[in-house]
């Protein structure tokens, strides 16, 4: 497992992750180091859908504009269809662990495609599945990623953010702050 320093916010809804986002952006944060998980979200009254325009992929469904904004202001992003997790999209250097993690899926075992990607940022196997589970439950992960300092100037902002949970993973000071 890498040694990555990472904190990780659950929200309830996408409203709430993007003004987590917000507040990052306005306290300073490197937008190139947070990413953002959640659920494609389909019913038969929406249609959902996925393109590629130039460098930028779109989306156009229930919470197209959300996942745009994201698309716009992060760095790479991805779709995964994920037996028992259903479309996830992502957005940020998340991605690019999610592949980094497929590559070594024989290191992982059993762990899914996004846990296969969690793991390669540094973050341990029991809370993977503790965030598989916000996802199944239509919550969204905000992810901050970076240097000891980095990471914690992006906690102390999310803690006013009021997330439904959050955890530091990577070096002892960090993980010592858990919540």
């Known amino acids: 497992m890498s040694t990555q320093n990472s ?3 659950v929200y309830r809804s996408h409203t709430e992750a993007d003004q987590a986002l917000k507040e990052l952006q306005s306290g300073g944060v490197d937008m ?5 998980v959640g659920k494609g979200y389909h019913t038969e009254e929406h249609a959902v859908g996925y393109y590629n325009a130039g460098d930028r992929m779109m989306y156009w469904g229930k919470v197209g504009a959300f996942w745009g904004g994201f698309w716009a202001l992060l760095f790479g992003s991805a779709i995964f269809m994920i037996p028992g997790l259903g479309p996830i999209l992502a957005a940020g250097p998340v991605v690019a662990w999610i592949v980094a993690g497929l590559e070594g899926a ?5 762990l899914g495609v996004l846990g296969a990607g969690l793991f390669s940022m540094g973050i341990p196997k029991d809370s ?3 965030y ?3 996802l199944k439950t239509d ?3 905000l992810i901050a990623n970076g240097t000891a300092e980095e990471v914690a100037k992006a906690k102390d902002i999310l803690e006013t953010t009021h997330p ?16």
Request: aromatic letters at 6%; proline letters at 0%; charged letters at 15%.
């Open 7 to 9: 904190v990780v916010a």
């Open 32 to 36: 190139r180091k947070l990413s953002i």
């Open 106 to 110: 024989v290191e992982v075992g059993a």
């Open 128 to 130: 993977i599945v503790k």
């Open 132 to 134: 598989e589970t916000a």
């Open 139 to 141: 919550q969204f992960l």
């Open 164 to 179: 439904v949970s959050f955890s530091t993973h990577g070096s002892e000071a960090l993980a010592a702050t858990a919540v």
